[in-house]
């Protein structure tokens, strides 16, 4: 995450300043042995996604030496910036200011009232090394654990010496021996608090609602600025301030911070709890590596390239690589069923999650409950049969093979509802007619005991086979000679035409042999070539 090599640039500055300020106006020594100063006033805030500390305290008599000290960072952006200043009542006695870039820090501090010799320090990074820049005059560049003996200025000349006023020096020791206990977990400030950007993916967040990749890394970096302070304090003694002596000071607290940072950021410490492949993930208790995450050992799933399955989830199945919720069913048709489900037959070998005690119907794997039959993808409920293959149909309303509410069951095989009804034991087509308890296509004569198809029908007469209606009005019949068949009535004038051809008006007789056809003309019916009939 791009925010914590910004983090450990801010605590840099902040240690840095305080040590580097400290080290040049020549206060002695601060460690265990003098007396600790009171606690400052400390405060931290977020604004965003900034994070905004700040620290005051006072020192001497009447007007008192005032300690100022802001500094914030944005998570986001990694933006950093540290301002401290002593004041005494509207006069300036001591600011540092530092400016943070992507790869450097320049640590720049300006004296005023109460120091005489140097008016402005300059400590900056250059790749592994350091230089100083003093009044404008450049050291050479030196080491973080260089002899101070050894660092020159490149004009030649000797270091400049720094004095200052007794009872600032007196305030500047009091400002050294502060108790930074109460900074390291400082409250929240009653201000009001702006949250952070709901749209960042924070996967924990400090106390302060700070991102960070895992808890307590924050809280790892402070704690880093803190003893860094206390380190420059201590490194600092009277019997070695000089020039040199406090730019090595300086740099070499600032390279143990930076280790302190860095260790944080070390696998098994807090910014990196367990590394995978150069991931840091998480570590909680019994966390292992699964390819390049961290999971607990029933979330990882898949052997050739195994994969955490997230949180709430659990490997089901662990050489297919499926990951089900904690809460799950058993695995079915590479997939999970849910808490409560079996995995049962489904259609054409196929698997399907079921409630328990239910069975999978049809193409679409329907789930019927066990009291239930199964119709093709549909469920038959109570007091209902299957009519093949789809129709779930209510036991008393079964006619044969069909589903009949009519109840119009003739037979007992034939559901025979509107438009076709009943004749005697036959169920006929709407263009039937019953003649004699049978369904007929043609007409009923013979008072309603004979059925003669429509082409032999000749008035009240019904014409034998062979045999074309002579007089419709008195139902005569003559047989048609041999090697013809009687036209249809209605036909023509032709009663009979030769097997094989086509009866058409005019008494005309269409060889069908010849591709000839009957056509509508404007002259009447005629026989002329099938591809030149337009109908």
Known sequence: MTWLPSLRRLRVPLAAALVFALALAGVPNTSAASAPGRNPSCTKQLDGTTEVDTLSARAGASPPYLLAESSSHDSTTGAVTFHQAVTRGRQSVLTVDVVVSAS?????????????????????????????????????????????????FEDGQPAPRLRIRPDLKKALKKFAALSLDTCKRAPKSKAAVRPQDSTLHCPYTDDLGLCEPFPGCNNCDRLCFASYISCGIGAVSSAAVCIPCALVSGAS???????????????????????????????????????????????????????????????????????????????????????????????????????????????????????QDCCGSNCCGPGQTCIQPVTCC?????????????????????????????????????????????????????????????????????????????????????????????????????????????????????????DMTCCATAGGPACIPTSSCVR
């Open 104 to 152: 450097d820090l320049t640590l720049t501090t300006t004296y005023g009232k109460g120091f005489k010799g140097v008016t402005t320090s300059v400590l900056a990074r250059e790749g592994d090394m350091f230089r100083g820049v003093v009044d404008g005059r450049r050291t050479v560049l030196f080491g973080a654990t260089a002899d101070p003996k050894t660092i020159a």
């Open 253 to 371: 607290c600032i390279e143990e911070e930076n280790a302190c940072s860095q260790l944080c950021q070390a696998p098994g410490h807090p910014c990196c709890p367990l590394s995978c492949q150069g991931h840091c993930s998480g570590g909680a208790t019994g966390d292992a590596c699964c390819g390049g995450e961290a999971c607990a050992p029933d979330e990882c799933c898949g052997t050739t390239n195994p994969f955490c399955c997230g949180t709430g989830n659990t490997c089901a199945d662990r050489n297919l690589g499926i990951c089900c919720p904690d809460t799950h069913g058993p695995v079915c048709n590479n997939g999970c069923c849910n808490s409560g489900e079996s995995c049962v037959d489904g259609f054409n070998g196929t698997k399907a999650c079921c409630a328990t005690g239910s069975n999978a119907c049809g193409p679409d794997n329907t789930c019927c409950p066990a009291t």
């Open 394 to 514: 209510n036991v008393a309303d079964v006619c044969g093979s069909t589903c009949c509410p009519s109840h119009n069951c003739v037979n007992g095989t034939t559901c025979c509802d509107a438009p076709n009804f009943q004749c005697g034991a036959n169920c006929c087509g709407a263009l039937d007619s019953c003649c004699n308890g049978q369904c007929c296509n043609g007409q009923c004569l013979n008072n309603g005991s004979t059925c003669c198809p429509p082409e032999r029908a000749c008035g009240a007469s019904c014409c034998a086979v062979g045999f074309a209606c002579t007089d419709p009005a008195h139902g005569t019949c003559q047989q048609c000679p041999a090697g013809e068949d009687p036209c249809p009535a209605g036909q023509g004038d032709s009663l009979c035409c030769p097997t094989g051809t086509l009866c058409c008006g005019n008494g005309q007789c269409c060889d069908t042999n010849a």
